[in-house]
């Protein structure tokens, strides 16, 4: 049994601003608009899958009408231990109300989403399988329900100055994509297929569907964010091919010591993506 979640509470901390730079305030509007205004007695009940610390809760609600309740679910029961929600308000600045439900995704009931006015959820798509997507979708056409998936990885990186050796960043980034891909105790993740993947289930099922360029834009002010990324980008790469190790060790400390030296530049694609019943 997977969790809807994969990492820490430290990561999520540390990639935050830079996810609410980049999250579509254009699919956000779109989404509010579908929305129709609450009332004190029956408030708008927002679902968010793979919740984690409530970082989209905190950048999305403040955008939508409310009254608003949140249903926060999540399979891991540490990470929700550090949910911060104390600040969070609505468009007309209430605070919003959340539950939280720990709960693996392959267990999400297909009913999970009735009465909802909308499901979200972060960086989510690309780590599941295309089967949980199908359950998701599935779940969301059952109940009507709008849904706004913020920050899926496509795949595609850019870093800046260019490399000398740009073959082996080019390698790097095709073993990184397959690592995404890969079959991993029986499931094999969506990787960089996933926002195409849900957004054919959902035309499918004949609703609407927008996406948006959602990328990072990494500069000198996020050094520690670079860091930590050019980390675990290399460190899959090297995981799925390991003959890519000595090469990219020397990699790494170059632009290790371009970020140290405030010249690196990255850009780091994702992908929003906003679905609503014809």
Do not use: K
Request: aromatic share 4%; glycine share 8%.
């Amino acid at each position: 049994m997977t969790s809807i979640s994969t990492t820490t509470a430290d990561w999520l901390a540390l990639r935050a601003p830079a996810d609410d730079d980049a999250r579509s305030g254009d699919l956000a509007r779109e989404l509010a608009r579908l929305l129709a205004p609450g009332s004190t007695s029956a408030p708008l009940v927002l679902h968010d899958l793979g919740a984690g610390t409530g970082s989209m809760t905190r950048w999305l609600a403040p955008r939508l009408p409310g009254p608003q309740r949140w249903v926060l679910r999540d399979g891991d029961a540490d990470i929700v231990e550090h949910l911060d929600l104390c600040t969070v308000v609505d468009a007309a600045g209430s605070p919003v109300v959340a539950d939280i439900v720990v709960e693996h995704l392959a267990s999400l009931p297909i009913d999970a989403f009735d009465g909802a006015a909308a499901v979200t959820a972060s960086a989510l798509l690309d780590v599941i399988t295309e089967a949980e997507a199908a359950h998701v979708v599935a779940a969301c056409v059952a109940a009507g329900t709008p849904v706004l998936f913020s920050l899926s990885v496509t795949g595609a990186v850019r870093l800046r100055p260019a490399e000398r050796h740009g073959a082996l960043e080019r390698a790097i980034e095709s073993a990184f994509n397959e690592h995404q891909r890969r079959e991993a105790s029986g499931r094999r993740m969506l990787g960089p297929a996933a926002v195409a993947v849900v957004q054919a289930a959902f035309a499918d099922a004949g609703w609407n569907v927008r996406t948006a360029a959602t990328p990072w834009r990494l500069a000198r002010h996020d050094t520690a964010l670079m860091g930590e990324w050019l980390d675990g980008w290399i460190g899959a790469a090297v995981e799925q091919q390991p003959e890519l190790g000595p090469d990219a060790a020397g990699y790494r400390e170059r632009r290790l010591a371009e970020a140290a030296a405030g010249r690196l530049r990255v850009t780091v694609s994702h992908e929003d993506l906003l679905a609503w019943p014809r």
